[in-house]
């Protein structure tokens, strides 16, 4: 429960414009009888201010950088309300959702908070394209090809930094371990269509990369290990993934979009080694020095019309080039006429056959 003290306390964390700190109600009792009243969320809102306690005191989050039932209006008008909110670019988490749990709500009525915050990252603004809103009322699914800049979500939190929609944490309070354990094999389960990334749509092959485009990054951790060891400690666990991790590292992918580029560039890199090794098993050799032909005698006697100035089609470019010499010299030769009769060197005398005896 908070007490006059916390209560003050709480409001001074939560203090900045457009938090709601009325959840977070003093004990009150009957001035005659002293019985306990307006009992209502207390123990709630201390485990949410507890949170953002914690994270503050971990450097993730200043002041300002946290709020309080934060609504979501979903296209049928329901509010779907996070009980906390915080932002923390300097930490490597520009935006996280919290829903705090003590255990009171049942673990698939987490799946239907997950669900509607899946949805409400899949809605358009009210000013978007007509022919984008049009696109997504004909197709459920169009809304995957439409750029997370253009959707509602984009206008409400910044960038996350990562793929997929804005990251979802529980944290339970309150509870024992059996429980957790119990919850998150709910959440996995039962909401994996939210949380699990798909494989990519290319056709490239050994591709093992994931696409979390479409997914909400969901982490779980207890309040208890949040006050033990530090937020900024290893009690982050991602649905899907074994272990607790870092909260940024937790919110990364490692086997997302950059381990896709990697591959990807990989792959194409061995495609083009195959398809050059190809090219080259088919490179012709010339008949006549047994060359290999070049690229651009390849090209000569490949191309279009160029078998009528390739020459022979059988040789390389030396002998090509020799052949085409040869050519000319013997059209050369052919037009030189021969020379005249009287343009011959005349005998001089003494360099006859016969000589004069003196």
């Not at 940024?248 to 083009?272: F, H």
């Not at 490179?283 to 191309?303: I, S």
Request: contains cysteine; aromatic residues 6%.
């Amino acid at each position: 429960m908070l007490t006059k003290r916390g209560h003050g306390e709480a409001r001074k964390l939560l203090e900045p414009k457009g938090i709601r700190v009325s959840v977070l109600r003093e004990e009150k009792y009957d001035p005659d009888t002293g019985e306990l009243l307006g009992t209502g969320y207390d123990d709630h809102a201390v485990a949410v201010t507890s949170t953002a306690a914690e994270l503050h005191r971990a450097g993730i989050g200043h002041r300002l950088g946290f709020q309080t039932e934060i609504g979501h209006r979903l296209g049928n008008s329901f509010v779907q309300r996070a009980d906390l909110a915080v932002r923390a670019p300097a930490a490597g988490v520009p935006v996280l959702l919290l829903e705090i749990d003590r255990r009171t709500e049942d673990a698939h009525d987490l799946v239907q908070k997950l669900a509607r915050y899946w949805e409400w990252g899949r809605l358009l603004p009210s000013d978007a394209d007509k022919r984008t809103v049009d696109l997504v009322r004909s197709r459920p699914d169009a809304i995957e090809r439409v750029d997370h800049e253009e959707r509602l979500w984009r206008r409400v939190y910044p960038p996350t930094g990562r793929e997929g929609l804005v990251p979802l944490a529980f944290v339970f309070a309150d509870t024992t371990a059996a429980k957790v354990d119990n919850t998150v094999k709910v959440l996995e389960e039962a909401g994996r269509r939210y949380w699990a990334p798909r494989r990519y749509e290319t056709y490239h092959r050994g591709i093992t990369a994931l696409d979390y485009g479409q997914a909400v990054p969901v982490l779980v951790t207890t309040l208890e290990q949040l006050q033990e060891h530090g937020a900024d400690a290893a009690v982050w666990r991602r649905l899907g993934r074994t272990g607790e991790q870092m909260l940024a590292a937790a919110l990364d992918n490692p086997d997302g979009d950059a381990l896709y580029r990697v591959q990807a560039a990989r792959v194409d890199e061995r495609a083009a080694q195959r398809r050059a090794a190809e090219r080259e098993a088919q490179r012709p050799v010339c008949r006549r020095c047994g060359r290999k032909f070049t690229d651009v005698r390849w090209e000569e006697v490949t191309a279009r019309g160029g078998a009528w100035t390739a020459g022979d089609l059988t040789v390389c470019g030396i002998c090509h080039a020799d052949d085409v010499a040869s050519e000319q010299a013997a059209r050369h030769q052919a037009t030189v006429p021969p020379p005249a009769e009287d343009d011959r060197e005349p005998a001089r005398p003494g360099r006859g056959l016969f000589r004069r005896r003196s």
